[in-house]
T-cell receptor, first 116, second 115 residues
Framework: DTEVTQTPKHLVMGMTNKKSLKCEQHMGHRAMYWYKQKAKKPPELMFVYSYEKLSINESVPSRFSPECPNSSLLNLHLHALQPEDSALYLC???????????????FGPGTRLTVL | AQTVTQSQPEMSVQEAETVTLSCTYD???????LFWYKQPPSRQMILVIR??????QNATENRFSVNFQKAAKSFSLKISDSQLGDAAMYFC????????????FGKGTLLTVNP
C-alpha cells in the first residue's frame, strides 16, 4: 500500500483566517514532506520532516507552520495567508531522508487552497 | 546545481499509438536516481517509473519504459499502446544518490490522448 491521504480536498479561506491541512500515511515512512504547486508548474518543496523533527525549511514564510504530531501525521497550519498563496498543497512521504538508495517519494492527492 | 529539462511543454498521441516524452538533466554526480511522475487532472502525483543511474538496463513498467542514456544525460519515457487514462502532466525528476529529500523536477509535459 503506497497511500498518502490528505484532508480537506478543497479549502477556501480569508486572509485573516486560521486553518490547517492534514496529511496521513501508514507505510511506516519516517520522512514526510510538504510541497506547494501552482497550476501547470512542478511542485516546490516547502518542508521536510525526518523522524518527526523538522529537517528542512526551504525559506518558507512564517505564515505557514508545519507540525508532525507523530510518525504517521503531518499538519500544515495556515495563518494570515495572501491570495498568492492559493495553490495545490501536496504532502509526500518516503522511507527516510538519511539513508541513500532506492527510496521514493509517494505523494498524496493534495489540498486545493484558495485564499480570498 | 542539478537541472532537469523537459523540452516538450505539450504532446498529443492517438489512442493505441506510442509516444515518447523527452527529458535531459545536468549533474556532476555519478550516483543518482531518475523518476517519471504522472499527474492526471485529478491531481495526485503518481510514480510511473524509476531508474537508478548505476543500472545500465532500462527500467520498464508494463506499457511504460525508459531510454536512459547516461553519457548523453537523457532519460526519455516511452508509452506504448496509449490509453485515454494516460492523459496527464508528466514530470521528470532527479535525485542525488546521497540526498533522499531533494527532488529536482522538470517543468512538465502535458500529454493529450486522442480517441
Amino acid at each position: 500500500d503506497t497511500e498518502v491521504t490528505q484532508t480537506p480536498k478543497h479549502l477556501v479561506m480569508g486572509m485573516t483566517n486560521k486553518k490547517s491541512l492534514k496529511c496521513e500515511q501508514h507505510m511506516g515512512h519516517r520522512a514526510m514532506y510538504w510541497y506547494k504547486q501552482k497550476a501547470k508548474k512542478p511542485p516546490e518543496l516547502m518542508f521536510v520532516y525526518s523522524y518527526e523533527k523538522l529537517s528542512i525549511n526551504e525559506s518558507v514564510p512564517s505564515r505557514f507552520s508545519p507540525e508532525c504530531p507523530n510518525s504517521s501525521l503531518l499538519n500544515l497550519h495556515l495563518h494570515a495567508l495572501q491570495p498568492e498563496d492559493s495553490a495545490l498543497y501536496l504532502c509526500a512521504s518516503s522511507q527516510d531522508m538519511v539513508t541513500s538508495g532506492e527510496d521514493t517519494q509517494y505523494f498524496g492527492p493534495g489540498t486545493r487552497l484558495t485564499v480570498l | 546545481a542539478q537541472t532537469v529539462t523537459q523540452s516538450q511543454p505539450e504532446m498529443s498521441v492517438q489512442e493505441a499509438e506510442t509516444v515518447t516524452l523527452s527529458c535531459t538533466y545536468d549533474t556532476s554526480e555519478s550516483d543518482y536516481y531518475l523518476f517519471w511522475y504522472k499527474q492526471p487532472p485529478s491531481r495526485q502525483m503518481i510514480l510511473v517509473i524509476r531508474q537508478e543511474a548505476y543500472k545500465q538496463q532500462n527500467a520498464t513498467e508494463n506499457r511504460f519504459s525508459v531510454n536512459f542514456q547516461k553519457a548523453a544525460k537523457s532519460f526519455s519515457l516511452k508509452i506504448s499502446d496509449s490509453q485515454l487514462g494516460d492523459a496527464a502532466m508528466y514530470f521528470c525528476a532527479y535525485r542525488d544518490g546521497g540526498s533522499n529529500y531533494k527532488l529536482t523536477f522538470g517543468k512538465g509535459t502535458l500529454l493529450t490522448v486522442n480517441p
